[in-house]
């Protein structure tokens, strides 16, 4: 078990180590490279402000994950529930863009949720009652919500006095999420996210509905003969992720951005997918990996402005992480062999 | 009248053109599913064969060994795939996953310098016969060699599977692992195979856009077709024939998508855009509602991780 939670540890320092060896064929000195990308990006607080930023919506939609993979079912299309809860939620926003009033950000905020959640429901229902797919279906909604989005901010919802640019209205200060601190980006939305974390391992650790999902996950068959409701699992398991999702979106939205265009997400949808791994599908191992991710973005934008190096490399970062994590995996594969070894010779 | 047959003929040769990576990287993807590993890197083989097969060109100045570099370099990082699935044991869907986050940031940092540099002309069949036969001319001849060799390649993954001996062996690994393990096959072998064939096939289909579609190299330039392909084995029930089928019908809702903007059909241009997907999800409802006919070709062991008790 303490192996469980010590191999993310070794992935990431070997994801250190793969990358001064690219910086190195790249022809950087790999040292002062790995320097920019991660110990300038968070030496200020500036910098701290902006990875709890970028932390912010992985940690969320990698909560919401987590209830998904835990029960074997793979959304792996939160970037669109994502999205979708940013449209949503962004209509709501421009519904009152000329106006103020404490009730607007809640409203805006539940409205994004739902439709996080509205989306993830096409995936879910059509698994339970169609047997589709779920991989495919939510990840071809993912390209469905990003066209609509684009439809939205050049079409119908453009600025009328935005010279034609693809974008909305700016939202009005009730639907901002409040600063934190003066001049730094961090915002309410971080509370959200903690909410999510403490209400996730209350639900997963000390409900029955938690102990059906973590029993789906081990064994559907343990699961249909313990009589759960095996439907109604995967529709809630989608709910709840698409929800998370939603509100990372209009988390977003609200926050740094203040209105919708084309580019609200640089894929946190698929990058949470790698946190919940890293995290482990624990609340608090999903905190930790929000933060170790997020700073691969940040590293990748220092890294590129200090040393041209394209910001796509902070993806070559968190696909190596994953590949990395998965395979150490094989080391607690080893660890339970070695183990039933033991108990066979045992009895015999 | 002619000037309308001409035109269709033209179109239909375009839709051709454009389904061959579509064709290429779901053939892969088909015969890798069918030994029973599904592999969601598509997308980024896809988009590493595009960069190295650009790159090896403008290095090179040399177009065959820019596909068959193009080929390789599927393999290779497709060989990470299979390094982890098969002999780490790792969840394919993750690791699948990981291979195209991975592959689409390396391709940025691959092609930093290629970005704007013009493609090369790549040399076409039967030009002559293109300009000379109406209608026939433009839908048969006039295509590039790599075209020719996607079309052939459902039939010849169909013979195969169906007819020869190998294609027997893939497909007893695909559904029932643990009985070809013990008929003395070496399941992770084949996987293997399997998985690097795909690589190759996906580096081609990548290097047909990069080098022959639109020759260039843009950042990002896959833009989806990995995942249609994906979802496009999942369209085919897992043959071959309807694969290539499959590919005509999305290849020709990306064209006709262009038209229909030239004509100025009012209909947003999002829309049209998100049909293929649509199609899919309609297709994936419509397909696993009957389970029978899901079952028929579907690789039992599909995703499942095996490994050999020593």
């Known amino acids: ?348 | 009248m002619s000037l309308d047959i001409s035109f269709i003929g033209i179109l239909i040769g375009s839709i051709m053109a454009s389904s061959v990576p579509l064709i290429l990287a779901a053939s892969g993807e088909l015969i890798t599913e069918r030994s029973g590993v599904l592999n969601l890197g598509v997308e980024g083989m896809m988009i590493i064969g595009a960069i190295s097969g650009f790159a090896l060109m403008v290095i090179t100045d040399n177009l065959f060994i820019a596909i068959v570099g193009s080929m390789l370099s599927g393999v290779i990082i497709s060989l990470i795939f299979g390094f982890l699935t098969q002999s780490l044991l790792t969840n394919h869907v993750a690791t699948g996953l990981a291979l195209t986050i991975f592959g689409i940031g390396l391709s940025a940092m691959l092609g930093k310098n290629f970005v704007g540099i013009p493609g090369k002309e790549f040399p076409i069949l039967f030009s002559s016969l293109r300009e000379n036969i109406p209608f026939f001319g433009p839908i048969l001849f006039g295509h590039s060699i790599v075209l020719y060799f996607a079309f052939a390649l459902p039939f010849l993954t169909n013979y195969f599977l169906k007819k020869t001996k190998l294609g027997l062996i893939v497909r007893a690994v695909g559904d029932s692992p643990v009985s070809a393990s013990n008929q003395g096959i070496n399941v992770i072998l084949v996987r293997y195979c399997c998985i690097l064939y795909g690589g190759a096939m996906c580096g081609l289909a990548g290097a047909y856009l990069s080098l022959i579609y639109t020759p260039q190299w843009i950042e990002n330039m896959t833009a989806g077709r990995g995942w249609i392909a994906l979802a496009l084995v999942v369209f085919a029930t897992w043959s071959p024939i309807k694969v290539l089928i499959g590919a005509l019908i999305f290849g020709g809702i990306t064209i006709l998508q262009l038209h229909m903007q030239a004509i100025g059909f009012r209909i947003p241009v999002q829309f049209l855009s998100a049909l293929p997907y649509l199609m899919t999800i309609i297709v994936l409802v419509v397909i696993s509602r009957d389970s029978r006919k899901i079952k028929l070709n579907t690789p039992t062991s599909l995703g499942r991780i095996f490994y050999k008790e020593k």
């Open chain 1, 1 to 348: 078990m303490a192996l469980y939670f010590f191999t993310p540890f070794i992935a990431i320092i070997l994801t250190i180590l793969g990358g001064g060896i690219i910086f190195y064929i790249l022809g950087f000195n790999p040292i002062e490279a790995l320097k920019f990308y991660f110990i300038t990006p968070i030496s200020n607080l500036y910098g701290f402000s902006e990875l709890l930023l970028k932390a912010t919506p992985l940690c969320l939609i990698a909560i919401g994950l987590s209830f998904c993979f835990k029960s074997n079912n793979w959304n792996i299309g939160a970037e669109g529930q994502l999205t979708f809860g940013a449209i949503v939620g962004g209509g709501v926003a421009l519904l009152f863009y000329n106006q103020e009033g404490f009730y607007i950000l809640p409203l805006v905020i539940l409205a994004g949720a739902i439709g996080g959640m509205i989306f993830a429901l096409i995936p879910a229902i059509l698994k339970t009652y169609f047997n589709t797919n779920e991989i495919l279906v939510s990840l071809m909604l993912v390209y469905v919500s990003k066209l609509i989005l684009d439809y939205l901010v050049v079409g119908p919802w453009s600025n009328p006095e935005g010279f034609n640019f693809p974008e909305t209205r700016q939202f009005s200060d009730s639907s901002r999420m409040p600063l934190l601190f003066e001049s730094l980006r961090i915002h309410a939305g971080i509370f959200l996210a903690l909410a999510a974390v403490m209400l996730s391992w209350f639900i997963l650790y000390k409900t029955y509905l938690g102990f059906q999902i973590k029993v789906s996950g081990l064994s559907l068959k343990t699961a249909k003969y313990a009589g759960f409701k095996g439907k109604t699992m995967i529709l809630v398991v989608f709910m709840i992720s698409g929800a998370c999702a939603g509100l990372a979106g209009v988390g977003e939205i609200t926050g740094p951005i203040g209105q919708l265009h084309r580019m609200i997400s640089p894929d946190y949808g698929f990058t949470a997918i790698i946190v919940a791994f890293l995290g482990r599908l624990n609340p608090f191992g999903i905190i930790f990996a929000s933060l170790v991710v997020a700073l691969t973005y940040l590293g990748a934008e220092t890294a590129q402005i200090f040393l041209q190096i394209p910001k796509y490399t902070g993806q070559v970062f968190q696909g190596m992480i994953l590949f990395f994590l998965l395979a150490s995996d094989y080391l607690l594969f080893f660890k339970v062999k070695i183990l039933s070894l033991k108990k066979n010779e045992l009895r015999h």
